[in-house]
């Protein structure tokens, strides 16, 4: 069974910051497999669209940020350990959403929700002002 579990949310205030992480079982990142091309977070918040947030490729290592989030967030990968991370400083709280990790198999758009194959539950974050 696929299962990709979410960790490291919680409330935060504006400036602070937070590691998530991204943890899968029955499912490989390892590149040498290609399980998975890309790796990706999305946050979404009550009444919106889900919204990429950034990705990184599992073969190439390449990255991508949604402009909201260049220069605060960091994605990372330790396959070792079949985690991605996402790190966010200088967090701010118009971050504040539900996260969620997911899986493309085949490269697609990589901040389009329906190019995704598998999802995690999620993990709340929240930033206070």
């Known amino acids: 069974e696929v299962q990709f579990v979410e960790s490291g949310g919680g409330l935060v205030q504006a400036g602070g910051s937070l590691r998530l992480s991204c943890v899968a079982s029955?499912?490989?990142?390892?590149?040498?497999?290609?399980?998975?091309?890309?790796i990706g977070w999305f946050r979404q918040v009550p009444g919106k669209e889900r919204e990429g947030v950034s990705v990184?490729?599992?073969?190439?290592?390449?990255?991508y940020y949604a402009d909201s989030v260049k220069g605060r967030f960091t994605i990372s990968s330790d396959y070792a350990k079949n985690t991605v991370y996402l790190q966010m400083n200088s967090l701010k709280p118009e971050d504040t959403a539900v996260y969620y990790c997911?899986?493309?198999?085949?490269?697609?758009?990589?901040?389009?929700?329906?190019?995704?194959?598998?999802w995690g539950q999620g993990t709340q974050v929240t930033v206070s002002s």
């Open positions: 997911a899986a493309q198999v085949l490269t697609g758009r990589w901040d389009k929700p329906s190019t995704y194959d598998f």
């Open positions: 029955g499912f490989t990142f390892d590149a040498d497999t290609f399980d998975a091309d890309a």
């Open positions: 990184i490729g599992t073969e190439d290592g390449n990255t």
